[in-house]
């Protein structure tokens, strides 16, 4: 085909094609769309060289491989310039025309790829603005398709989930997932959630992931749609591990808020509430409507400080915090201490947005300081003052004394046997008996008086501006209160209390010295029978060194083995036969000779060094008793008992054990018993009476007429004997009511079927008139005074 042939054949072409002789690279011929390609008309593009419509001068150098034979077809991209110097992306693809007989002939076919240069680069922009997009957003962004293949991911999603760098090159999709599954702290959980997300193109979820590094991502996913059908899945994560925390902590802000014991109340910058919480409205009992709105300063006063509402503005304005003790008073009436703190809360140009106030209840705490200072001056169990308080006013009393001259006086009081209640009732019933005693003693002084508790059962009584009448008239008083009965818990007893006097200023000038003295006083009465009170003298501290060093030479003579019993006789009056004898204590002092008992029993029974002493000699008489029976020649041995030993449990116990320890007869032991003994617990003493009469042993009651000599006890107490008190026979032949007290005695034991004893008789007249009287026995120096046992022995138990 020549070339004649081909210009019908490619006008028709929507394509711009040029005919080009290869040899001369002029253009033979070209198409309409070539000529609207390039701007020009068809004739003026003949005739003109390639290379006038090419742009570079590679492309010149490029057409000259169209003269090459072998060359085909060569197709390219190049830039045409146009005929108005404008030029264009073309595709052009040089073809040798087949069958052609002048080979040099080339078919150019020119495409335009402006447009669709122009789209692409258009898409190439719009695919650099959405990666830009995908790295600009906060999230980490995975993109995946219906299957899970990943399509996309953003630097922040590497980032979060710390994806090493060979899995960012390698794009392996199931090692990334593994990655992912990883790095959370429940993998299963992930890929079950994974699976349903797979199952559910179309689901919508967010979730919170929990990774292994501690951090909270948030899972956000949607899917993603293409013409309304879903195509793949985004995923968007955001580590929220800060936001949660800050969450967190407003979220425990508010519980504190809710649950704070304290009240809170939070104003705006005028102080006006604005909000508070539920501490605020039980502490003030009012309704939340009732506050808000109200101004916060409104709800407290400070009675100590007038000004207290300048001083908190300044501090405000100031510092931005106050803190101070305000009070509060509640529609009720109740006054509440608070502890308060102020605080203003105040934005970044130092504006105030709100103040914060914190108030505390004090009143537990006040409560406390008072229960402190009162405990401070005053004794826990009974609430009279202490030994503080006394030294205040005794120290003001003396002041006082100083200007005016007019004394004062100090009582010492000490409960008798006060200890054997706490011992055998316990220490609870003891606290209620001093509670009563406190009491007791309290209604008994003038309001200007004091009494105090100094500790057990001690008490100190200060008489406001007294004498020693006044002193001795107090301390009758006192006395006279406490020997009343009393009843606790159902049980009726009685008590006594000895009572010991100072004076102000003779006893002492200082409290200390004016309570020794007292004390001093009251260890004297404790010493002669109790239950009574006496004034100090100076020789009773002498008395009372003497009696401490007395107390030493008692324990060392007992276990030195220097005590000793001598036994005095006792006669039947109705035919002059010895019946029985009376043990009596004495001790062979190696200096001082033998010593009676008269000189130390009653610092015995002071210190309680007699229940020892007694024992012993309880032993001792039940051992001579025994060698006496043992012999053949029994004589039934009395033992006097203290009523400390009397009272302690285990005396019958002792008796028993002694009784079968030497083999004695139980009716050859007679015990002595003291009247105090039966009326300083009457219960407990007929008890143990009757125990001890039931061993067979007999019982005596001493010094009878002395005491309380009541008829009433003598019936109730089973008792063989009586003995009447040698002052009564010393006088009964010159004192005609001492006469009259020994023959109503006499007669008593008779009708109460009692042998009655008299004792100290010293004159044949006592004797008689005694006999006369119908008396059973005496005992006295008329018949022989207490003699050693070896010599009791032979005087009165060999057969004569
Ligand atoms: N708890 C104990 N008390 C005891 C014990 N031994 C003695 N005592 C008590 O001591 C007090 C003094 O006793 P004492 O000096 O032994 O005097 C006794 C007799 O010696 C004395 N007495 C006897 N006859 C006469 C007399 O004709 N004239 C006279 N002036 N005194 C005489 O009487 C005392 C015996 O008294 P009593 O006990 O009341 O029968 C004295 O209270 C003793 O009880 C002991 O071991 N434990």
């Known amino acids: 085909m020549s070339f004649f042939h081909w210009p019908p054949l490619i006008e028709g072409l929507l394509e711009a094609v040029w005919l080009v002789d290869a040899q001369t690279r002029r253009i033979l011929y070209a198409n309409q769309a070539a000529s609207v390609l390039q701007r020009a008309p068809a004739q003026e593009i003949c005739g003109t060289l390639v290379t006038d419509w090419t742009v570079s001068p590679e492309d010149a150098l490029y057409w000259d491989t169209l003269a090459q034979p072998e060359q085909t077809l060569l197709q390219s991209e190049t830039l045409l310039r146009r005929r108005d110097g404008s030029t264009v992306q ?73 994806l090493p760098n060979t899995l960012l090159t390698q794009q392996n999709d199931e090692s990334i997932h593994r990655w992912l599954a990883s790095r959370v702290t429940d993998p299963e959980g992930y890929r079950l959630q994974l699976g349903l ?130 009070w509060h008073r509640r ?18 140009e130092g504006r105030t947005l709100n103040t914060v106030l914190f108030a505390k209840d004090l009143s537990e705490k006040v409560a406390a300081q008072q229960r402190i200072e009162q405990l401070a001056y005053t004794d826990a169990l009974t609430g009279l003052p202490n030994r503080l308080t006394l030294t205040e006013r005794v120290g003001h009393a003396i002041r006082l004394a100083q200007r005016s001259g007019l004394g004062f006086a100090v009582l010492f009081l000490d409960l008798d046997r006060f200890k054997s209640i706490n011992d055998s009732l316990g220490h609870l019933f003891g606290d209620k008996v001093l509670i009563e005693i406190a009491s007791r003693l309290k209604h008994c002084l003038r309001q200007t008086d004091t009494l105090c508790r100094l500790g057990g059962d001690e008490f100190v009584v200060h008489l406001h501006e007294t004498d020693a009448i006044g002193a001795e008239i107090s301390a009758q008083r006192l006395i006279d209160a406490m020997v009343r009965p009393i009843e606790i818990d159902e049980m009726h007893f009685n ?78 009056l109705h035919n002059g036969q010895m019946r029985s004898c009376e043990a009596l204590l004495r001790w062979q002092h190696p200096e001082r000779g033998l010593v009676l008992p008269g000189e130390f029993i009653g610092v015995a029974e002071e210190t309680g060094f007699i229940v020892a002493l007694g024992d012993w000699v309880l032993e001792q008489a039940v051992r001579q008793a025994a060698a006496w029976q043992d012999a053949g020649t029994p004589c039934p041995v009395a033992v006097n008992l203290s009523a400390l030993q009397f009272h302690p449990g285990g005396l019958v116990m002792r008796v028993q054990q002694l009784l079968s320890t030497y ?138």
């Open 495 to 572: 008590l006594s209390c000895s009572l010991g006097i100072a004076l102000y200023p003779d006893d002492g000038d200082t409290l200390d010295e004016l309570i020794r003295h007292a004390d001093t006083a009251m260890y004297e009465v404790k010493g002669r029978g109790k239950g009574h009170y006496r004034f100090y003298r100076p020789e009773m501290n002498a008395n009372l060194l003497a009696r401490l060093q007395l107390d030493h030479a008692l324990r060392q003579g007992l276990r030195a083995q220097q005590f000793v019993l001598h036994y005095q006789p006792r006669i039947d």
């Open 663 to 800: 083999g004695l007869q139980a009716h050859l032991l007679e015990l002595e018993l003291t009247e105090s003994i039966l009326i300083e617990d009457a219960d407990e003493a007929l008890a143990r009476m009757q125990e001890l009469r039931a061993l067979g042993v007999r019982l005596s009651l001493d010094d009878f007429g002395t005491g309380y000599s009541s008829l009433g006890y003598l019936k109730r107490f089973p008792l063989q004997q009586i003995k009447i008190d040698r002052s009564f026979i010393a006088t009964m032949h010159s004192d005609a009511v001492d006469a009259a007290i020994v023959t109503s005695i006499i007669q008593l034991a008779r009708a109460l079927k009692m042998e009655v004893v008299a004792e100290g008789v010293e004159l044949e007249e006592q004797r008689q008139h005694l006999r006369e009287l119908g008396c059973d026995q005496y005992q006295g120096f008329l018949c022989s005074r207490a003699v050693p046992a070896s010599e009791f022995h032979a005087c009165w138990l060999q057969p004569r």
């Open 197 to 326: 997300l797979q199952r559910s193109p179309l689901l919508q979820t967010t979730d919170v992931l929990l990774l292994q590094n501690g951090r909270l991502l948030e899972r956000i996913t949607r899917p993603q749609l293409a013409r309304g059908r879903p195509i793949g899945r985004i995923y968007a994560f955001r580590d929220i591990t800060e936001r949660y925390a800050t969450e967190s902590q407003l979220k425990l802000a508010a519980k504190v808020f809710e649950s704070s014991l304290d009240a809170i109340l939070i104003t705006d910058p005028q102080q006006r509430i604005l909000a508070c919480n539920p501490a605020t409205l039980s502490l003030t009992r009012t309704q939340e409507s009732d506050l808000l709105g109200t101004p916060a300063t409104s709800l407290f006063f400070a009675p100590s400080q007038i000004d207290w509402l300048e001083i908190l503005r300044q501090h405000l304005e100031g510092a931005g915090y106050w803190q101070g003790e305000l």
């Open 331 to 348: 529609a009720d009436g109740a006054a509440l201490a608070l502890q308060v703190s102020w605080v203003v809360l105040r934005d970044a």
């Open 90 to 162: 073309v595709l052009r693809r040089i073809t040798a025309l087949p069958n052609d007989p002048d080979t040099t002939l080339r078919l150019v076919a020119i495409q335009d790829l402006s447009v669709q240069h122009a789209t692409q680069q258009r898409l190439e922009h719009l695919l650099a603005e959405l990666r830009a997009t995908l790295e600009s957003t906060a999230d980490g962004i995975l993109v995946c398709d219906l299957d899970g293949r990943i399509r996309a991911f953003n630097r922040l999603f590497a980032q979060l989930w710390d």
